[in-house]
């Protein structure tokens, strides 16, 4: 089991800043990528960034050169850096571990909203 708790979620004007924290506690030491995704309201979850382990990313196109993830092994935490915000950036974001093979677990979300 894994527990992931997102912190640093707010309201920022366009053009503005934002970083993201999750921090994990449970069987870290078997967590694999990490990674954050976004939720708007009636739509899919999707992806916004993920890192392995060994620190290997991807970012969704629509974040590109705008986003960075970042994790520190040692504590098993996740951060996403995220400039240039847009009012379609707006969502709730959630934290995402993976547990090799099968298990996956999710943070509770934190708001963000960006305002034009």
């Known amino acids: 089991q894994v527990q992931l708790v997102e912190s640093g979620g707010g309201l920022v004007q366009a053009g503005g800043s934002l970083r993201l924290s999750c921090a994990s506690s449970g069987t870290i030491n078997k967590v694999g990528t990490m990674s954050w995704y976004r939720q708007l309201p009636g739509r899919q979850r999707e992806l916004v960034a993920s890192?392995?382990?060994?620190?290997?990313?991807n970012y969704a196109d629509s974040v590109k050169g705008r986003v960075t993830i970042s994790r520190d092994n040692s504590k098993v935490t996740v951060a996403l850096q995220m400039n240039s915000l847009k009012p379609e950036d707006t969502a709730v974001y959630f934290c995402?571990?993976?547990?090799?093979?099968?298990?996956?677990?999710w943070g509770q979300g934190t708001q963000v909203t960006v305002s034009s």
């Open positions: 890192i392995t382990k060994s620190g290997a990313t």
């Open positions: 995402n571990a993976d547990l090799p093979p099968y298990q996956t677990y």
